[in-house]
């Protein structure tokens, strides 16, 4: 097969179309308008075939849906029009039910803020499209969740005086869901997809517009964006002198990487768009990691299991390892001892920092933690299962220069204040709870940064998603230099020259200086990240707990060891343990990570404190391992980076930093680590 007769086939994929291959100028939305409210009654009837006689007003629709509500983690199981069955049955307050969205009839939904934050799974707008949803409607839409929506053909726009249009059965024009859109976002929508973009560039019917930006100071992600630029594809020629936020371009991937959850997906595209033979280019920079489910048997509902979906979870694992074996890809997968699995080589997330990211990279990954690689001073982003299968073949992924935020950190964080603190107590201000950073890139510098180990900083970009940020970034340093020095056997001056640095007059869509000795021990309430408090003021009124969580991308590094062993320690010293019925789970990030609890002694600590430790793997911050919630009235304090509804378990999950997490345990209730 022709290189040429390749490229072709590449966007020939129906995978569900609906939409023409030609150019839309026009769109008609047909269907009921599903409000997503608050009202728990009036959206039970709106389930049920009724119309509600009054619009509801703003303030009255549900804000912060995450993916995880539309397609809770055990949905994502599937990777078919399956996935159409369940649409929204994780959504707060349990009304809708299995069909309950595919039946309605609805071509329209529509919410509050921040719809679509969480996860980068793509299987949440594809559940929506498949049960015949043509248009979501929210007062702003989360990076990720969009892109995913564009590539599918499903439309999206925060302008809410269309629906008058809409109910009117008018034709509307394709621009009112272009407005505000780079121009390779608004060709996608146009043509109804990425792969009926891609057939139509591919044809010469459309080309990427021409980088033109003249040269200009430029903050730490436009440097490496524009060293990563596609001038031409063909020829393989990548840099620009510079570029500006809303520029539209691809960029070429260092590395590329997916996990079973998603790799299935991802493979159905690639091999649909190809065919059964098709190769993935360069496989040397792209990696498959089994991660998410490696302990799901130990926690799957005996309700799942009657559905059939602890098969159907098997079938993501076996998918992804033929598939990798099949293109010769690197896999992480489960790790052997004594004739028994003890978890994950890795979390992907914290892998990505051991091994494979380096200074001045562009990494593409299937999880919208990918950001977490940040820290080492790369552009790490999230991509759903579309922009995988295509970056497996083109090694480019798109993207519109975002706008970057700067945080100047300044001072020294206090004795039992924590990097997990600094990102709660950033998450709660204004700027993010509105939705206003919704797709900017938070960049940290500042003389603060010196006092951070690199774990630490790993937190502050892991969380940047949590803000509904496109990435974390802080500039590499000496602390970078001696880890990749030490950790993989680089060589300094190498990795130095590889180092990227703002340009000290670029232009921030925003800067924040922040005063981290001003920062006291936060906790996130139920619900979402973002509502964030001040610990001292939960400490009033008890708030006992069930489970203690300490693991995930996360708080599984070995800093967050280090935090755990302190309190332990201390508390053992003052003969006490674990509060009576509370579990406190430590899950360790990586085999790596594990073997450094070992070498400290870290391990007989907890296991003489009766912690129960769980191997390497993402478990219950993806409610698949040890260490989740049953019953709605389970009380949790963990270390994971979300909260949303359902997240962790049907329980309540505040979120706090390994010192509390650690310290509750052993108080039975959340509380302050001095209290130990």
Request: aromatic letters at 8%; proline letters at 4%.
């Given at each position: 097969?022709?290189?040429?007769?390749?490229?072709?086939?590449?966007?020939?994929?129906?995978?569900?179309?609906?939409?023409?291959?030609?150019?839309?100028?026009?769109?008609?939305?047909?269907?009921?308008?599903?409000?997503?409210?608050?009202?728990?009654?009036?959206?039970?009837?709106?389930?049920?075939?009724?119309?509600?006689?009054?619009?509801?007003?703003?303030?009255?629709?549900?804000?912060?849906?995450?993916?995880?509500?539309?397609?809770?983690?055990?949905?994502c199981y599937y990777y078919d029009e399956t996935l159409a069955r369940y649409c929204l049955v994780g959504l707060r307050g349990n009304k809708v039910e299995r069909d309950s969205i595919k039946n309605g009839g609805f071509g329209v939904i529509v919410s509050g803020r921040s719809k679509g934050c969480g996860s980068s799974r793509e299987t949440a707008p594809y559940s929506e499209r498949e049960c015949g949803v043509?248009?979501?409607?929210?007062?702003?839409?989360?990076?990720?969740?969009?892109?995913?929506?564009?590539?599918?053909?499903?439309?999206?726009?925060?302008?809410?005086?269309?629906?008058?249009?809409?109910?009117?059965?008018?034709?509307?024009?394709?621009?009112?869901?272009?407005?505000?859109?780079?121009?390779?976002?608004?060709?996608?929508?146009?043509?109804?997809?990425?792969?009926?973009?891609?057939?139509?560039?591919?044809?010469?019917?459309?080309?990427?517009?021409?980088?033109?930006?003249?040269?200009?100071?430029?903050?730490?992600?436009?440097?490496?964006?524009?060293?990563?630029?596609?001038?031409?594809?063909?020829?393989?020629?990548?840099?620009?002198?510079?570029?500006?936020?809303?520029?539209?371009?691809?960029?070429?991937?260092?590395?590329?990487?997916?996990?079973?959850?998603?790799?299935?997906?991802?493979?159905?595209?690639?091999?649909?768009?190809?065919?059964?033979?098709?190769?993935?280019?360069?496989?040397?920079?792209?990696?498959?990691?089994?991660?998410?489910?490696?302990?799901?048997?130990?926690?799957?509902?005996?309700?799942?299991?009657?559905?059939?979906?602890?098969?159907?979870?098997?079938?993501?694992?076996?998918?992804?390892?033929?598939?990798?074996?099949?293109?010769?890809?690197?896999?992480?997968?489960?790790?052997?001892?004594?004739?028994?699995?003890?978890?994950?080589?890795?979390?992907?997330?914290?892998?990505?920092?051991?091994?494979?990211?380096?200074?001045?990279?562009?990494?593409?990954?299937?999880?919208?933690?990918?950001?977490?690689?940040?820290?080492?001073?790369?552009?790490?982003?999230?991509?759903?299962?579309?922009?995988?299968?295509?970056?497996?073949?083109?090694?480019?992924?798109?993207?519109?220069?975002?706008?970057?935020?700067?945080?100047?950190?300044?001072?020294?964080?206090?004795?039992?204040?924590?990097?997990?603190?600094?990102?709660?107590?950033?998450?709660?201000?204004?700027?993010?709870?509105?939705?206003?950073?919704?797709?900017?890139?938070?960049?940290?510098?500042?003389?603060?940064?010196?006092?951070?180990?690199?774990?630490?900083?790993?937190?502050?970009?892991?969380?940047?998603?949590?803000?509904?940020?496109?990435?974390?970034?802080?500039?590499?340093?000496?602390?970078?230099?001696?880890?990749?020095?030490?950790?993989?056997?680089?060589?300094?001056?190498?990795?130095?020259?590889?180092?990227?640095?703002?340009?000290?007059?670029?232009?921030?869509?925003?800067?924040?200086?922040?005063?981290?000795?001003?920062?006291?021990?936060?906790?996130?309430?139920?619900?979402?990240?973002?509502?964030?408090?001040?610990?001292?003021?939960?400490?009033?009124?008890?708030?006992?707990?069930?489970?203690?969580?300490?693991?995930?991308?996360?708080?599984?590094?070995?800093?967050?060891?280090?935090?755990?062993?302190?309190?332990?320690?201390?508390?053992?010293?003052?003969?006490?343990?674990?509060?009576?019925?509370?579990?406190?789970?430590?899950?360790?990030?990586?085999?790596?990570?594990?073997?450094?609890?070992?070498?400290?002694?870290?391990?007989?600590?907890?296991?003489?404190?009766?912690?129960?430790?769980?191997?390497?793997?993402?478990?219950?911050?993806?409610?698949?391992?040890?260490?989740?919630?049953?019953?709605?009235?389970?009380?949790?304090?963990?270390?994971?980076?979300?909260?949303?509804?359902?997240?962790?378990?049907?329980?309540?999950?505040?979120?706090?930093?390994?010192?509390?997490?650690?310290?509750?345990?052993?108080?039975?209730?959340?509380?302050?680590?001095?209290?130990?």
């Amino acid at each position: 097969m022709s290189r040429a007769h390749v490229l072709s086939n590449l966007v020939m994929i129906d995978y569900g179309f609906r939409m023409p291959i030609a150019r839309r100028k026009s769109v008609r939305i047909h269907g009921r308008v599903l409000w997503l409210t608050k009202d728990l009654e009036a959206l039970e009837r709106q389930l049920k075939g009724d119309t509600l006689g009054e619009r509801p007003d703003a303030d009255a629709l549900i804000d912060n849906i995450s993916t995880d509500e539309l397609t809770p983690g055990w949905v994502c199981y599937y990777y078919d029009e399956t996935l159409a069955r369940y649409c929204l049955v994780g959504l707060r307050g349990n009304k809708v039910e299995r069909d309950s969205i595919k039946n309605g009839g609805f071509g329209v939904i529509v919410s509050g803020r921040s719809k679509g934050c969480g996860s980068s799974r793509e299987t949440a707008p594809y559940s929506e499209r498949e049960c015949g949803v043509q248009l979501v409607v929210a007062r702003n839409i989360e990076k990720i969740y969009r892109q995913n929506c564009q590539n599918i053909g499903l439309l999206t726009t925060t302008d809410f005086s269309l629906l008058d249009r809409i109910e009117r059965g008018d034709e509307l024009p394709i621009e009112e869901f272009t407005k505000g859109l780079d121009r390779i976002s608004a060709d996608v929508v146009e043509y109804g997809g990425l792969f009926n973009y891609n057939k139509a560039r591919l044809a010469g019917e459309v080309a990427p517009p021409a980088i033109e930006t003249p040269a200009r100071p430029m903050t730490l992600c436009e440097k490496i964006i524009a060293r990563h630029a596609i001038v031409d594809a063909k020829t393989g020629v990548v840099g620009v002198p510079a570029v500006t936020p809303g520029d539209s371009l691809f960029v070429r991937a260092d590395v590329r990487f997916s996990h079973e959850y998603v790799t299935p997906m991802a493979e159905s595209l690639f091999v649909a768009a190809l065919g059964k033979d098709a190769k993935v280019t360069h496989p040397e920079s792209v990696f498959a990691f089994r991660d998410h489910l490696t302990f799901l048997d130990l926690v799957m509902p005996k309700k799942h299991v009657e559905m059939g979906l602890k098969a159907q979870a098997a079938e993501l694992e076996s998918v992804q390892a033929a598939f990798s074996q099949r293109q010769g890809i690197k896999l992480y997968g489960e790790v052997q001892r004594d004739g028994r699995t003890v978890g994950s080589e890795a979390i992907c997330h914290n892998k990505v920092i051991e091994e494979l990211a380096l200074p001045g990279d562009v990494v593409a990954g299937t999880d919208s933690h990918t950001c977490m690689a940040g820290s080492l001073g790369c552009f790490a982003f999230g991509v759903g299962s579309t922009d995988m299968a295509n970056a497996w073949y083109t090694r480019d992924v798109r993207l519109a220069v975002p706008e970057s935020v700067r945080f100047i950190l300044r001072g020294a964080l206090r004795f039992g204040v924590t990097a997990k603190d600094v990102m709660l107590y950033l998450l709660s201000q204004p700027f993010w709870r509105s939705g206003d950073g919704i797709g900017k890139v938070l960049e940290f510098s500042g003389p603060g940064l010196a006092g951070l180990s690199l774990d630490e900083r790993s937190t502050l970009t892991n969380m940047a998603v949590e803000a509904g940020g496109f990435t974390g970034i802080i500039e590499a340093d000496e602390v970078v230099v001696d880890y990749l020095v030490t950790r993989r056997g680089l060589d300094a001056d190498a990795v130095r020259a590889r180092i990227v640095n703002a340009d000290p007059d670029a232009v921030y869509a925003h800067s924040f200086e922040v005063d981290l000795s001003a920062i006291e021990p936060m906790v996130a309430t139920p619900g979402d990240p973002r509502n964030g408090v001040p610990l001292r003021l939960l400490l009033e009124t008890p708030i006992k707990i069930d489970i203690a969580y300490g693991g995930s991308c996360t708080g599984g590094k070995k800093a967050d060891m280090d935090m755990y062993a302190s309190v332990l320690q201390r508390a053992k010293e003052h003969g006490k343990r674990l509060a009576e019925g509370v579990h406190l789970y430590i899950q360790f990030g990586s085999q790596d990570i594990r073997r450094y609890a070992e070498e400290k002694g870290y391990v007989s600590l907890f296991e003489s404190m009766g912690v129960e430790l769980v191997d390497p793997s993402c478990g219950a911050c993806i409610k698949a391992g040890p260490g989740v919630s049953f019953t709605e009235s389970e009380v949790t304090v963990s270390a994971i980076n979300r909260n949303f509804p359902g997240r962790s378990g049907p329980g309540q999950v505040y979120l706090a930093s390994p010192l509390v997490v650690a310290a509750s345990a052993v108080a039975g209730a959340i509380v302050s680590p001095d209290s130990i």
